[in-house]
């Protein structure tokens, strides 16, 4: 078996025990991406110098008889809208195609200090706003289960180099279903935790009361090594929570025994595929064999909830991509007759055409005569959404739901029109919206082959009943265990 | 439509981005959709309901007024598209 293929836990005790060393695993993972990122686009950066030389450290105080952290030498991918010090963040967009930030977002840091070694940058759509990967100005990434069709998004890249074994683990972030949506076309776990619990410093803002950063990989115990070293307080970041740091490999417990699941079966009737439906009713029986408890829950709100995320989340962007007007840093436009026209020109030609779209999407709902029609009441709206999810938690101990109501779609088969673009959210967006974690796991494959995920979601700072709950679902199926061809 | 292409122009400008005539066409119509859309919202009764801005239950995180090492000058500017005697250079703004 090659290195490269070994999950995260397997590699880091090689390395610890001494069965391999560092480099030999750098080399692994890295011809494997010279082999397949022609094909696959997962990266938009390689960092390989540096990763050589931090191996090179790492090596030298692990042969001494030192700590090298819980992910000593370990290769891990990044998200490109996760600022990295000394390393192009592009955020897949023209605007940031030459930005090299001056310091590193806490979660890297906690990588580093924790002796994870950074592989490179992962493509995404432009700004993190698609759902497909397609809207990035970089490159094209394809789903390595089949090149003809997209990874989802907006965390493309990161879905693609861990299904296929191009890294071990990446990061993500999560706005509307960015992590757990291509996680689920690609076959991989993807986990968005609880708004607060992971910092969001250093996370290029798209729309800061949803976003938040998680991780893709390769099955639930690695999710759970991944989420001890990313979580935490962070004093830079204001709206991180205040919650003791936990073991998550604590709660990987093969038993789900009495547990209720919440089953929101009015919310999950209509628009999804047939297959899509099947494999998820199959999950739910998965689940009773295993001896949890099936309860109906309603989620009356929650078919509100991609309407809502869609006022919300492009005010926010508008309000946030403000900054990028071409004086500091960014692209700017060689072409201007004055100030307000340097504005114009520069974030015209920076930005790509859905990035335009939900800024003036958000300009508009924010502007005078329609704030209260459309930003307020979506705002209302959202806190009926919350209170839904308060009466279904009364009741049950997680929901399970689809993560996406379909597989992954060709390439350009949707990009015309994006409200159809949007639908693929549904089932994410909600969580969101919500503030709550939740994990697409690996659960079917359509008559295509193209990979099912479904999802988990939990109460708030709950990470321990979701992984245990995805854990023992994992143990107890043989998706996981099913590779893309590539 | 919904949303006109006068209102389209206005937000454009508000936005700082300009728009050919094709761009013009194809966000009156993609924006007119989504609105449409959106406006689903309007049938829900939110009488009494609070609005709600952020999840958690934080208000005004405060820390400590110390002063803290911060980056160096040549480092901010590096990443700035023009630059002259440590400072950020901008076309003239008044005449």
């Known amino acids: 078996m090659d290195l490269y293929s070994l999950s995260l836990k397997d590699i880091a005790q090689k390395i610890k025990s001494k069965q391999v060393t560092i480099k030999e695993v750098l080399d692994s993972v890295y011809s494997r991406i010279d082999e397949k990122e022609e094909v696959l686009g997962a990266y938009v950066t390689l960092t390989k110098e540096a990763a050589y030389k931090k191996g090179e450290e790492l090596q030298k105080k692990l042969d001494a008889g030192e700590a090298i952290g819980a992910l000593g030498g370990v290769p891990i991918a990044i998200k490109d809208n996760i600022c990295t010090d000394g390393v192009k963040t592009t955020c897949a967009s023209r605007m940031l195609e030459d930005f090299v930030p001056i310091y590193n977002a806490t979660v890297v840091d906690r990588l580093e200090k924790q002796g994870a070694i950074i592989l490179g940058k992962t493509n995404m759509d432009e700004f993190a706003m698609g759902s497909s990967t397609e809207t990035s100005y970089i490159k094209k990434t394809k789903n390595a289960w089949n090149t003809e069709h997209v990874p989802g998004g907006s965390s493309g890249g990161s879905a693609v180099a861990v299904s296929a074994d191009m890294a071990y683990a990446a990061l993500g972030s999560d706005t509307g279903g960015s992590i757990r949506q291509p996680a689920s076309y690609c076959s991989v776990v993807g986990l968005k935790p609880t708004y607060g619990l992971v910092s969001r410093y250093g996370l290029i803002a798209y729309a800061s009361s949803l976003d938040q950063i998680g991780t893709f990989a390769k099955n639930v115990e690695d999710t759970a090594l991944m989420l001890n070293v990313i979580a935490g307080h962070d004093k830079k970041d204001t709206t991180s929570a205040c919650i003791k740091e936990k073991d998550y490999t604590k709660a990987l417990l093969n038993d789900i025994k009495n547990k209720r699941i919440g089953v929101p079966d009015a919310f999950v009737k209509d628009g999804i595929n047939e297959e899509v439906k099947q494999a998820y009713d199959n999950g739910i029986k998965t689940l009773e064999d295993l001896g949890a408890k099936i309860v109906h829950i309603d989620l009356d709100y929650a078919k509100y909830s991609l309407a809502t995320y869609y006022i919300i989340a492009t005010a926010e962007a508008s309000s946030n991509l403000g900054r990028y007007d071409g004086i500091r840093y960014g692209h700017r436009s060689e072409d201007f007759e004055d100030l307000i026209d340097l504005y114009k020109n520069s974030r015209t030609e920076g930005f790509g055409e859905e990035v335009k779209r939900r800024i003036m999407l958000g300009t508009y709902v924010l502007s005078s005569g329609y704030y209260d029609a459309y930003y307020k009441r979506a705002q209302c709206v959202r806190t009926l959404i919350i209170e839904d999810f308060k009466k279904a938690f009364e009741k049950c101990d997680a929901i399970v739901i689809p993560t996406a109501p379909h597989t992954a779609f060709k390439f350009g088969e949707k990009s015309t029109n994006p409200l159809e673009m949007y639908l693929e959210d549904i089932y994410t967006v909600p969580v969101n919206i919500a503030g709550l974690p939740g994990i697409s796991i690996p659960a079917g494959f359509d008559s295509k082959g193209m990979p099912i995920g479904i999802q988990f979601i939990s109460n708030y700072f709950t990470e321990e009943n979701l992984l245990q709950i995805a854990y023992t679902f994992e143990q107890n199926t043989e998706f996981n265990n099913i590779k893309p061809n590539i | ?95």
């Open chain 2, 1 to 95: 439509m919904s949303v006109s292409k006068e209102e389209v122009l206005h937000i454009a400008a508000l936005s700082r981005l300009n728009l050919t005539d094709k761009e013009l066409e194809k966000y009156t119509t993609d924006l007119s959709n989504i609105v449409n859309y959106a406006n689903e919202l309007a049938n829900i009764d939110i009488e009494g309901v609070k609005p709600t801005a952020h999840i958690l239950d934080i208000k005004n995180v405060f820390r400590k007024d110390e002063v803290e090492g911060s980056y160096d000058r040549e480092k901010i500017l590096q990443n700035a598209p023009t630059k002259a005697a440590g400072c950020i250079t901008v076309p003239k703004v008044v005449e």
